[in-house]
C-alpha cells in the first residue's frame, strides 16, 4: 500500500538520518551497529523514494556520497584519480536494465556497438590505492571519500602480496582490496579467547581496522591479503579490455583474483552470478565475497560512457541476497503450535533474504519481543542465516513511527478452541491455548508427524495434509498410511504422478525409527534431541510406554518437567488407542546400539553435548546431528553450562554469544570434523 505524501516524506527524511549515522559509525568510527546488508537494504528503500520523488533529492543525500569521511589519525593524501564506487543491482532485472542503459548511451558514437562484459567477484574487504613510481611503492592510500584519503603506506607495506618493486620499471596506480582470510581469523580468535580478550567480529571489519593501526607491527601480525583489480593510471600502453587489465597487473607482479569471467550476454552474467550465489563454492574460499562487478570490457567503450556524479555508467555491483536486510512490522499475530503454544509472529512488508521472499518472522516468545522492543510500524533488521526461518535480531529505532505502541498479549485466541482463553506456561516466557485439543492444534500435529524430523513422507505438505482434512479423507496420523490412489486423484488438481510419489513416500514411511516414531507423536516438551536421548536409553517403544515417572527422572536430559509430560501422554487413553493403530500401519526399526569409545578419536564425542549454530559449508545439518549421534554423543538446541561444544558456522547468531558467556568451547567446522579423524 502505497504511503501518502507527508508519510513518505517522514520516511524518507528518518532513512537518511539512519543512514548517515550508520555511515559515520562504519566509515569513521568502525563501530557499525548492523550488518552490511541491512544497511544496504535501507539505502536501497532511499533510492526507491528518490526516484519517485526526485525534487527531494539534496547534496547531503547518502545517495549522493562516495563514503565516509577519512580519519584524523592519518596523514591525508589528495587522489590523483578520483576514487569511485559502483551503483548496486539487487536482481536479474537490475542487470537487464543496466545493459540496456549501456547500448543505449553507446549508441550516439557506436551505432553499432555490441558491448561485453567482464565479471568479477567482489572482495568484502577495503578498497586501497597503491601509487608507483618507476616500479618501486610510493604510497598506498584508503579510498576515504573518493577525493582525500588516507595514508597507510607503512602499514601496506607489510603485505606480503603488496609488491615493493614491480617486475617492471613503470609509473602507475592500482586499486585493490584488502582482506584478511577466515582460516587467519579463526587463529586470532583462538588466541584472543586463551588470553580472555573478546573474539573479533568478522574479517572485513578486522581487515580495514588493522589497516589503521599506527603501529605497523601489529598490522604486520595480522597477515591481511590483496587482491588489485584495476589500473587508473600507467605510463605504459593501456590494456584495450577489461580482461586484459587483469591480466597486465598480473604480470606487474600484482595478486590478482582468477576467478574472473568473460561473459558476452546478461544471460552469461546471470548464470556467474547465480554459480558464485552458491553457498557451498563461496564458502570454500578462504575471502568474504559480497557479489560479483561487471564491467563493460571494452576500453574504448568504457571511456565512451565515462562516470555519473557518483558512479561509473560502465560498471555495477551485482550484490547476492544478503543475510541481513530492513523491513517493516505491518501486524504482530499468535500463531497456535502442534503442543498448543503460541508463537508471536511479524507479518512483514515482503522483502527478500538470503535468495528468498519473506513476509512473516519468529518473534519467539515474550522475552524476545521485550528484549527487542518490536512495535507495529517499526523498521526492523530481519536475518535468515544458519536457520531455515528467518528471524528479526533488530529495531532501527530512529525510525519508529510517533505513536507505536508496545505489544499487548491478548486474554483470548479463537483458533485455541473451547472459548479461546490462553494462559502463562508454568516457568517459561511463553503463553499456551487453555484447550489445547482444537482442530488446528491436531493440524499443526500432522503437518510435524508428516515432516523431516518425523515421518518424512515427500510431498505431503501442508497444503495437501489441508486438502486431506478438508475431504475428511484423514481425522489422524495413522489415517494416512490408510490412504489410496483413488481417494488422492479425487482431491483438486492432483495429478497421477503426484498421487503415486506420495503413495511411494507413505509406504517408505511404515519402516521408522524410534526416535522419529516418538518425534511425530508431538508430546508436550519433548522436541527432537528429546527423542533421540529416549530411544538411546530405552531402545524400544514398550519400555518408554512403561517408564515410571522416577525412572524418567534419571535420564540426562529428560528432568520433572519432560518425564512428567511422558507418562501423563501414554496415560491418556486417547494418545494409547493412536498409537496401537500407528503400530498396525508401521514398524519401528530396531534401535541400533550406542556407540562404544573405541570408535570416537581420543573418546571426544562419546558422552558429550553438542549445540550446532550458523551454516556449516561442508555437510548439512542433519548430517552433522547423525555423526555425533552415531558416535555416542548428543545434540541440544540450546546452550547451557551442561554443553560441552558448540559448533559456529557461518553467520552464528545469539547461541554463539551465549557460549563465550558460559565459557563453552567453540569449535569452527573443521575443528569440529577433526574430532571424527
Not at 250 to 264: D, I, S
Not at 620 to 641: C, F, L, P, T, Y
Amino acid at each position: 500500500m502505497k504511503m501518502g505524501e507527508a508519510a513518505a516524506r517522514e520516511r524518507y527524511e528518518k532513512l537518511k538520518s539512519a543512514i548517515d549515522e550508520e555511515r559515520y559509525r562504519v566509515h569513521v568510527l568502525d563501530a557499525p551497529t548492523m550488518s552490511e546488508g541491512a544497511l544496504d537494504s535501507l539505502k536501497y528503500e532511499l533510492v526507491q523514494i528518490e526516484k519517485e520523488n526526485p525534487e527531494w533529492v539534496t547534496p547531503d543525500s547518502p545517495s549522493q556520497r562516495v563514503a565516509g569521511e577519512p580519519l584524523a589519525q592519518f596523514e591525508k593524501v589528495t587522489h590523483q584519480v578520483p576514487q569511485w564506487s559502483f551503483n548496486d543491482a539487487f536482481s536479474e532485472q537490475d542487470i537487464r536494465d543496466f545493459d540496456e542503459r549501456v547500448r543505449k548511451f553507446l549508441k550516439k558514437d557506436f551505432p553499432n556497438a555490441t558491448p561485453t562484459y567482464t565479471c568479477e567477484l567482489k572482495i568484502d574487504g577495503l578498497k586501497i590505492v597503491l601509487e608507483y613510481a618507476g616500479g618501486i611503492l610510493k604510497r598506498a592510500a584508503t579510498r576515504g571519500n573518493g577525493v582525500v584519503g588516507e595514508d597507510v603506506t607503512m602499514n601496506v607495506r607489510t603485505i606480503e602480496s603488496v609488491p615493493l618493486r614491480l617486475r617492471r620499471s613503470v609509473d602507475v596506480i592500482v586499486e585493490g582490496e584488502v582482506w584478511m582470510g577466515k582460516k587467519q581469523l579463526a587463529a586470532l580468535n583462538k588466541n584472543r579467547e586463551k588470553e580472555g580478550l573478546p573474539p573479533f567480529a568478522n574479517p572485513r571489519n578486522l581487515a580495514a581496522g588493522s589497516i589503521r593501526q599506527l603501529d605497523p607491527k601489529l598490522t604486520a601480525e595480522r597477515r591481511l591479503e590483496t587482491f588489485v583489480y584495476d589500473v587508473a593510471r600507467t605510463s605504459e600502453a593501456f590494456p584495450s579490455r577489461q580482461q586484459d587489465e587483469l591480466r597486465y597487473l598480473a604480470e606487474l607482479g600484482f595478486k590478482v583474483n582468477k576467478n574472473f569471467q568473460h561473459c558476452k550476454s546478461v544471460e552469461d552474467i546471470v548464470a556467474y552470478w547465480k554459480k558464485w550465489g552458491e553457498e557451498k563454492l563461496r564458502q570454500s574460499q578462504d575471502y568474504q565475497l559480497d557479489g560479483v562487478v561487471i564491467k563493460v570490457d571494452e576500453r574504448e567503450y568504457q571511456d565512451a560512457l565515462g562516470y555519473t556524479g557518483k558512479a561509473p555508467r560502465w560498471g555495477i555491483a551485482f550484490k547476492f541476497a544478503p543475510e541481513q536486510v530492513t523491513t517493516v512490522v505491518e501486524d504482530i499475530q499468535l500463531q497456535v503450535g502442534r503442543t498448543g503454544v503460541l508463537t508471536p509472529v511479524a507479518h512483514l512488508r515482503a522483502v527478500s533474504v538470503a535468495g528468498s521472499t519473506v513476509a512473516r518472522a519468529t518473534l519467539h516468545n515474550e522475552d524476545q519481543i521485550k528484549r527487542l522492543d518490536v512495535r507495529v510500524g517499526d523498521t526492523v533488521i530481519l536475518q535468515k542465516a544458519g536457520d531455515v526461518i528467518p528471524e528479526v535480531v533488530g529495531v532501527v529505532a530512529p525510525l519508529r513511527p510517533s505513536g507505536a505502541k508496545p505489544f499487548a498479549w491478548p486474554t483470548h485466541v479463537p483458533e485455541c478452541g473451547g472459548d479461546g482463553k490462553i494462559e502463562r506456561v508454568p516457568g517459561a516466557a511463553a503463553w499456551r491455548c487453555s484447550v489445547i485439543d482444537s482442530p488446528v492444534v491436531r493440524r499443526r500435529r500432522l503437518y510435524h508427524a508428516v515432516g523431516k524430523s518425523a515421518y518424512d513422507i515427500d510431498g505431503l505438505g501442508p497444503k495437501v495434509v489441508d486438502a486431506l482434512l478438508e475431504h475428511e479423507l484423514i481425522s489422524d496420523l495413522a489415517d494416512i498410511f490408510d490412504l489410496t490412489r483413488d481417494e488422492l486423484l479425487a482431491l483438486p488438481r492432483f495429478a497421477e504422478k503426484s498421487a503415486d510419489n506420495i503413495l511411494t513416500a507413505v509406504e517408505n514411511a511404515r519402516k521408522v525409527a524410534l526416535a522419529r516414531f516418538i518425534i511425530a507423536l508431538s508430546i508436550n516438551h519433548v522436541g527432537e534431541e528429546t527423542a533421540y536421548v529416549l530411544a538411546g536409553h530405552f531402545r524400544t517403544l514398550e519400555k518408554i510406554r512403561q517408564a515410571s515417572f522416577e525412572d524418567l527422572q534419571k535420564i540426562d536430559g529428560v528432568g520433572d518437567i519432560v518425564g512428567r509430560s511422558i507418562v501423563d501422554w501414554f496415560a491418556a487413553k486417547g494418545n494409547r488407542l493412536l498409537v496401537e493403530k500407528l503400530l498396525k500401519h508401521v514398524k519401528i526399526l530396531p534401535e541400533a546400539k550406542p556407540a562404544t569409545t573405541a570408535t570416537v578419536s581420543n573418546n571426544k564425542v562419546t558422552g558429550k553435548t553438542f549445540v550446532l549454530t550458523g551454516g556449516l559449508s561442508n555437510l548439512g545439518r542433519d548430517e552433522a546431528k547423525e555423526k555425533i549421534r552415531q558416535a555416542g554423543g548428543s545434540v541440544s538446541s540450546s546452550v547451557s553450562k551442561k554443553t560441552n561444544y558448540v559448533v559456529a558456522g557461518e553467520e552464528a547468531g545469539s547461541k554463539l554469544d551465549k557460549a563465550r558467556e558460559l565459557g563453552v568451547t567453540i569449535l569452527s567446522e573443521d575443528e569440529f570434523l577433526k574430532l571424527f579423524g
